[in-house]
Every structure is written in C-alpha cells, then in structure tokens.
C-alpha cells in the first residue's frame, strides 16, 4: 500500500543539491546559547524527552509554538533556575507534582489551567524517569551518558542510540527523538559522532506530510488516502515511517547532503511553507510568519516554493490534500 517513488525522490534531491544555509542558521540562540555544558546537555535531553504532539502548545507572550515554546523554556530554566532541571530535584518529584509545574511554567501568567501543554503527566512521567535513570546509572550526568558511548551511535551495548534505550521517552524503535537529541548536541558541539554512517533520520510528522504531497512516497489505497485526508485516527504509521527513512537516504545520496542537513530542509519546510491547511503554492503565503524554511535556507526569493515544479501536490489537490498520518504516539 505503501511505496517510495525512487525518480520523484531523485528530482527533489536535484533541488536539494543547489541549497544552501544561511550564516545565521548556525548562529541561532538555540545552539549558541551560553551556559555550562552539562546544562546545555540537559537543555537539549529533557526537552527532547518531551517534544511530542505538541501541535497546540504555544505562548501567545513569547509568539512561539511547539519546539520554538519547548527549548525556550528549557533554556530560560537552565538560566534562571538550574537546580530545577538537575536529576536530583526533578527525580524527586510525583507525577501529578512536576505535572502542574510543568503546566504552570507553560503559561504565559503562571496559571497552570491556561497552560497550551497537553499530555502534562506523560510528559512529567517521561522527565521523572530520565532524571532517575541519569542517577543511577550515569552520574547525574548527560555528558557522562555521552562519554559512555565513545562518539559511536552504534557499537553493541555502548552505542549512543542503545544507551537512550534505557530512557522511556527515547524508545521509539525509529529513534525519532534520539535523532533529534543527536542533531541539537552534534549541531551545539557537544557531541562528535564517530560513525556518520549510521546517523539515522529524523521522521517528524511534518516531514511525512511534505514527502507524501511531493509524490517522494505513494499510497496505493484509496480508503487510506481518504483517511489521511480526512486526518482520520489509523493504528499505526511504523510503514510510512521506514518509507520516510528511504526517502531521506535516497535524496542523501542524491544531493550530497548530510541526514542531519536534509532533516533541517524538510522539517522546516513543513513547518511553514507546506502546512496541513496553508501551502505557498496555493496561498502565495506561508502559514507561519516569519517562514523557519527560508529563515534557514539561503533562497534568492520566497515568492513561489522552490520545490513546486518537482512536487505532485503543488499542481494536484489529491495529493495537496494528503496530511500525515494520525496516530496516538509519543515518538513524536
């Protein structure tokens, strides 16, 4: 039912070849914020660990949403208030506890009952484990967890994508969240991977949105396409996900571009230009003002998507219309 279409992959790699980052994309506050390394470790694990179904999260204070919101918080805890975020105090903590914390600090006036945060005890469940599991088996230490895997993602036991393993929030078995973990501590410095190869991507359900309007994988089932359409619930997505992965290696190879580069194109495409209600090929206009695809990417103008002559969606409203698929998870 589920296909990748390798010419369609091919032709989007072609484009991907000519892009180029923008200076400032290296130089955002998310990687350049100054603080010690341990916290900025913590910063990007804690998170990460929590970086799920975030589509309403938002502050309407800041204007930001979902990972912007998350990491900004993050950070201005790591600033103002670091013995928040040590395993110690967070270990230490009940469920329904760090829950109402949680929903306080994402509010824009302290009152956890106008939080945007969804999932808070899930959320604090997956914290209260990290921050036990740092404990006792690592030191209290993220950097020490890092030191474990001796810049190796795989490497038997000692890989850094096993260690997370051992981390409820990082079980996915596509590593979704720790590719995004390797992402933030590789881009930041923090961490310096061994063996590239292995570097798995980032399967965001932005991502799988942008690859099934392009055409990169096909849905040779019509019931399925209604419901994706539709936004309707499925019970599982684990095949879109690994088609996902395919189409990242295939463009890779194509383009010349890293994983961890692809991962920033499309992720921030989706983001903006390519939305569940608003694209820029119909709209003439980002969904999201100012557009993180173009404010990473160095484009000559934004007018038009520089993917719109390659990709299926921009001329067809069948494959427009698609949008990822619904699942209950929090792999994402």
Known sequence: MIEVNRRKCEDIGNIVKN????????KRELLTFDIEKELKAMVYFYATAICHQTRELQSKN????????????FIDLAKTNPDFLRPENLGSMNEI??????????????NPEHTT???SEERARFLINCANVLRKKFNSSVLKLLEKSDGYLINGNTGLYHILEEFEAYTDPLKKKSGVLVHFLVSSGLLEIKDTQNILPIVDYHVQRVFLRMGCIEVDDNKL??????FEK??????FRTAVQ????????ISGKSILELDDIFWSLGRSCCQAKTTLCRDKVCGRIPCTFNDFMNLPNHSNCIFEKNCKGSADSEYRELLEPNVDTHYY
């Open 19 to 26: 892009l180029r980052f923008r200076l400032s994309f290296f």
């Open 62 to 73: 800041k204007k930001l949403v979902g990972w912007d919101y998350l990491t900004s918080v």
């Open 97 to 110: 506890e760090l829950s109402i914390k949680l929903k306080t600090i994402f509010s824009d006036d302290n």
């Open 117 to 119: 945060l969804s999932r």
């Open 225 to 230: 396409r209604e419901k994706l359409k539709g």
């Open 234 to 239: 499925i019970e599982s997505d684990e095949d």
């Open 246 to 253: 395919e189409v990242f290696r295939i463009i890779s190879r």
